[in-house]
Nanobody, 123 residues
Framework: QVQLVESGGGLVQTGGSLRLSCAAS????????MAWFRQAPGQEREFVAA????????LYTDSVKGRFTISRDNAKNTVYLQMNSLKPEDTAVYYC????????????????WGQGTQVTVSS
């Protein structure tokens, strides 16, 4: 089993920045992909960004390209999401996800999930 714990969410004004962290513990040896998803009220959970450890391949959803940066510290089993130039439409609960399989943007591609951290961007 793998446990994921997110931190770093909060309330920020439009244009501000936040840095989310996700620490993995437990049986992390086979984890290859770590990702961030988000879910706004009344909407489905959507892919934000992911990083694959074997070749550091990174994917972003189009709406966050140029504003968000995902990074991974394999020694600490931690993945980060630096969010800059935040917009009200970025408001959501952000979830960390992890899996041993190849990087994917679908929720079904991840077996391990954190509890989520709230990000609220005020206008």
């Amino acid at each position: 089993q793998v446990q994921l714990v997110e931190s770093g969410g909060g309330l920020v004004q439009t244009g501000g920045s936040l840095r989310l962290s996700c620490a993995a513990s437990g049986s992390t040896r086979n984890i290859r992909t770590m990702a961030w998803f988000r879910q706004a009220p009344g909407q489905e959970r959507e892919f934000v960004a992911a990083v694959w450890s074997l070749d550091s391949k990174i994917l972003y959803t189009d709406s966050v390209k140029g504003r968000f940066t995902i990074s991974r510290d394999n020694a600490k089993n931690t993945v980060y999401l630096q969010m800059n130039s935040l917009k009200p439409e970025d408001t959501a609960v952000y979830y960390c996800a992890a899996d041993w399989r190849v990087l994917t943007t679908g929720t079904s591609g991840y077996v391990y999930w954190g509890q989520g951290t709230q990000v609220t961007v005020s206008s």
